[in-house]
């Protein structure tokens, strides 16, 4: 009776949570309704995880002993895990947060691969279908662990390089080409009924070892620009396998979440990969950043440079100004000093704009939300495609931080790695300033033609300092002339 | 009446193939504006794994069964309470014009949500 009546309840929680979260997702596409869309699926999750404990009426019979230790367990454990994980999440500061993404996320896989784990140990599946699914959810869920808690430790810069040796994919095939076999091995034992050659436990520890060695073997390579990438794998990766999970403990709400983030994540890997111009498996295994260390031309003429204050009240007096932030801005703590200069500028009848190259940021969006975080409204932020055309009929591209992402060189010089990225076309605008640390090549290592154009003149110095000095320069005219 | 279900062969092929399309007919919408936000809301949604870390847990009847049930759930629940809480902060941060900026402290509001 309380085991039907349980049932009843839980898969009526289930349901919910799962539309919960479809429906959250889907109000998540627009800013204006995205905060409560987020909300909304929270509430399927509090729903879930409280109807989850109902469970208790329907535990097997071999684990029903168990079951107030058990319960104690869960309890304790989701306490710790959420307090500690909503504490950092709530104080993090917001240029940190592909890190918190990716190491979020990397929970997530260990979740999934550790709940395939008790399938395994408990012997708990039912037929090979079964037994082959739980392989795989354990598989995913695991290299998804280990991946992202390398990504995390790059992205953080616990680890500073990549880590590349020679014969590298090779060890890494092996290591992968091991775990795969050791899964066929369980299958083939399962099947036959055969004795293992170790005892049962010990091949699936060595094969949730191999399996975690490889998520870290296959990451190690990759250079931290592309983690943000990774990242977006992993996550469809953990998707997938909480959605396999679901399968193999009868849970639809699991499966339908966990295949919805699989298919969304993969469809955000695409687009990221898109717009830097590479192709996913580019990503994974070229070792990126190795093809830049070649000679670059001679450049035609020479970088101008001007004082920070001259370049502010040449702002003041054009009638447009589309501003083109980079991750070199976040770095320097200049989101809101960047802002107050902007404020300045619209309140002397200035058009002002933001153009966000995708990849501005350490992660697509990032520069959206960093900006978002110091007030600017989200109407004055555009994207690539909307705002390309308006340079041409601008006064002034003011670039801050920025470098590869405005270099003219990614249209016209087949030889420059960065050839074919679509870019920001800052060289179209009357004029261009370019606010910059020192002379210097971008993240990628390559000359900036733009710099050297007739039309652009550099600001030297930390962007933080150049803006204080703009927006001197222009409230000094405003006090001059009143 | 029987409210337990059995999702086998096809049906979960089924479950699984509208799922992902319907995943990726909504993400398709999405705006570049909200990639960052909406990367870590997928994550949170993936999140609800920590469930099936508790009915691993329950149904766990061996000390190592217990011990990897206890981190099942011990990470799924960090999943999910880390990803709600950098997606609200992140959303909370998007305001039209005409809005007065308002930072809001989220660090000081009292954890609430499991």
Same mark, same amino acid.
């Given at each position: 009776?309380?085991?039907?009546?349980?049932h009843l309840?839980t898969g009526?929680?289930?349901?919910?949570?799962?539309?919960?979260f479809?429906?959250?997702?889907?109000r998540?596409?627009?800013?204006?309704?995205a905060?409560s869309?987020?909300r909304?699926?929270?509430?399927?999750? =509090?729903?879930?995880?409280?109807?989850?404990?109902?469970?208790?009426?329907?535990? *097997?019979?071999?684990?029903?002993p168990?079951?107030?230790v058990?319960?104690?367990?869960a309890?304790?454990? =989701?306490?710790?895990?959420?307090?500690?994980?909503?504490?950092?999440?709530?104080?993090?500061?917001?240029t940190e947060?592909?890190?918190m993404?990716?190491?979020?996320?990397?929970?997530?896989?260990?979740?999934?691969?550790?709940?395939?784990?008790?399938?395994?140990f408990?012997?708990?599946?039912h037929?090979?279908?079964?037994?082959?699914?739980?392989?795989?959810?354990g598989?995913?869920g695991?290299?998804? !662990?280990?991946g992202?808690?390398?990504?995390?430790?790059?992205?953080d810069?616990?680890?500073?390089k990549?880590?590349?040796?020679?014969?590298?994919?090779?060890?890494?095939?092996?290591?992968?080409?091991?775990?795969?076999?050791?899964?066929g091995?369980?299958?083939?034992?399962?099947?036959?009924g055969?004795?293992?050659l170790?005892? !049962?436990a010990?091949?699936?520890?060595?094969?949730?070892?191999?399996?975690?060695l490889?998520?870290?073997l296959m990451?190690?390579?990759i250079?931290?620009? $592309?983690?943000?990438?990774?990242?977006?794998?992993?996550?469809?990766?953990?998707?997938?396998?909480?959605?396999?999970?679901?399968?193999?403990?009868?849970e639809?709400?699991l499966?339908?979440?966990?295949?919805?983030?699989?298919a969304?994540?993969?469809l955000?890997?695409?687009?990221?990969?898109?717009?830097m111009?590479?192709?996913?498996?580019?990503?994974?295994?070229?070792?990126?950043?190795?093809?830049?260390k070649?000679?670059?031309?001679?450049m035609?003429g020479?970088?101008?440079?001007?004082?920070a204050?001259?370049?502010?009240?040449?702002m003041?007096?054009?009638?447009?100004?589309?501003?083109?932030?980079?991750?070199?801005?976040?770095?320097?703590?200049?989101?809101?000093?960047?802002?107050?200069f902007v404020?300045?500028?619209?309140?002397?009848g200035?058009?002002?704009?933001?153009?966000?190259h995708?990849?501005?940021?350490?992660?697509?969006g990032?520069?959206?939300?960093?900006?978002?975080?110091?007030?600017?409204?989200?109407d004055?932020?555009?994207?690539?495609?909307?705002i390309? *055309?308006?340079?041409?009929?601008? $006064?002034?591209?003011?670039?801050?931080?920025?470098?590869d992402?405005?270099?003219?060189?990614?249209?016209? *010089?087949?030889?420059?790695?960065?050839y074919?990225?679509?870019?920001?076309?800052?060289d179209?605008?009357?004029?261009?300033?370019?606010?910059?640390?020192?002379?210097?090549?971008?993240?990628?290592?390559?000359?900036?033609?733009?710099?050297?154009?007739?039309?652009?003149?550099m600001?030297?110095?930390?962007?933080?300092?150049?803006?204080?000095?703009?927006i001197?320069?222009?409230?000094?005219?405003?006090?001059?002339?009143? | 009446?029987?409210f337990?279900?059995?999702?086998?062969?096809?049906?979960?092929?089924?479950?699984?193939?509208?799922?992902?399309?319907?995943g990726?007919?909504?993400?398709?919408?999405v705006?570049?504006?909200?990639?960052t936000p909406?990367?870590?809301?997928?994550?949170?949604?993936?999140?609800?794994?920590?469930?099936?870390?508790i !009915?691993?847990?329950?149904?766990?009847?061996?000390?190592?069964?217990?011990?990897?049930?206890?981190?099942?759930?011990?990470l799924?629940?960090?999943?999910?309470?880390?990803g709600?809480?950098?997606?609200?902060r992140?959303?909370?941060m998007f305001?039209?014009s005409?809005?007065?900026?308002?930072h809001?402290?989220h660090?000081?509001?009292?954890?609430?949500?499991?």
């Amino acid at each position: 009776m309380e085991s039907t009546i349980a049932h009843l309840v839980t898969g009526t929680a289930d349901l919910i949570a799962a539309f919960l979260f479809m429906y959250g997702l889907k109000r998540m596409s627009s800013p204006v309704s995205a905060p409560s869309g987020i909300r909304v699926a929270g509430y399927g999750m =509090l729903l879930a995880v409280a109807a989850s404990f109902l469970n208790v009426f329907t535990v *097997d019979a071999a684990a029903r002993p168990h079951l107030w230790v058990n319960l104690g367990l869960a309890l304790v454990a =989701l306490l710790i895990g959420a307090s500690a994980a909503w504490g950092k999440g709530r104080s993090v500061a917001m240029t940190e947060m592909p890190q918190m993404v990716a190491i979020y996320n990397g929970l997530g896989g260990g979740a999934a691969g550790a709940i395939a784990a008790v399938e395994l140990f408990g012997n708990k599946t039912h037929g090979v279908g079964q037994l082959v699914v739980t392989l795989l959810g354990g598989l995913i869920g695991a290299i998804s !662990m280990s991946g992202s808690v390398i990504a995390w430790a790059k992205l953080d810069e616990v680890l500073k390089k990549p880590m590349r040796f020679p014969g590298q994919r090779l060890v890494n095939a092996v290591v992968f080409l091991v775990s795969l076999v050791l899964g066929g091995y369980i299958v083939f034992l399962a099947r036959t009924g055969a004795t293992p050659l170790l005892p !049962m436990a010990s091949v699936l520890w060595i094969f949730f070892g191999t399996t975690l060695l490889f998520g870290i073997l296959m990451t190690l390579p990759i250079g931290g620009a $592309d983690m943000p990438v990774v990242i977006s794998i992993y996550n469809a990766a953990t998707g997938l396998a909480v959605g396999f999970d679901g399968y193999v403990i009868q849970e639809p709400a699991l499966m339908i979440a966990g295949m919805v983030v699989g298919a969304a994540g993969t469809l955000l890997t695409l687009l990221m990969a898109k717009a830097m111009n590479r192709s996913v498996s580019n990503v994974l295994f070229s070792n990126f950043g190795d093809v830049s260390k070649k000679k670059q031309g001679k450049m035609k003429g020479e970088e101008k440079p001007v004082e920070a204050s001259d370049a502010g009240i040449a702002m003041r007096y054009a009638k447009s100004v589309i501003i083109i932030p980079g991750y070199g801005l976040a770095v320097a703590q200049a989101q809101e000093k960047l802002y107050e200069f902007v404020k300045l500028l619209q309140s002397a009848g200035v058009s002002v704009k933001f153009a966000i190259h995708p990849v501005a940021g350490r992660m697509p969006g990032q520069m959206d939300v960093l900006l978002a975080e110091a007030g600017v409204p989200y109407d004055l932020i555009h994207q690539l495609d909307e705002i390309n *055309d308006d340079f041409a009929t601008t $006064d002034v591209a003011l670039v801050i931080g920025a470098n590869d992402v405005v270099n003219p060189a990614a249209r016209t *010089d087949k030889s420059s790695p960065i050839y074919g990225m679509p870019i920001l076309n800052a060289d179209k605008a009357k004029k261009c300033y370019c606010v910059k640390r020192g002379q210097g090549k971008g993240y990628s290592g390559i000359e900036n033609e733009l710099f050297y154009e007739d039309n652009t003149f550099m600001v030297y110095g930390d962007a933080q300092a150049v803006l204080v000095k703009m927006i001197e320069a222009v409230r000094g005219l405003g006090a001059a002339a009143a | 009446m029987h409210f337990d279900m059995a999702i086998t062969g096809f049906v979960a092929i089924y479950i699984f193939m509208l799922a992902a399309f319907g995943g990726w007919v909504i993400i398709g919408n999405v705006p570049a504006i909200l990639h960052t936000p909406l990367m870590s809301g997928s994550n949170f949604v993936h999140g609800i794994v920590v469930i099936g870390g508790i !009915m691993a847990l329950l149904n766990a009847s061996t000390p190592t069964q217990q011990v990897i049930g206890f981190f099942a759930v011990l990470l799924g629940a960090g999943n999910a309470a880390g990803g709600y809480a950098v997606t609200d902060r992140m959303l909370a941060m998007f305001k039209a014009s005409g809005h007065k900026p308002v930072h809001v402290i989220h660090a000081k509001r009292p954890a609430k949500k499991s």
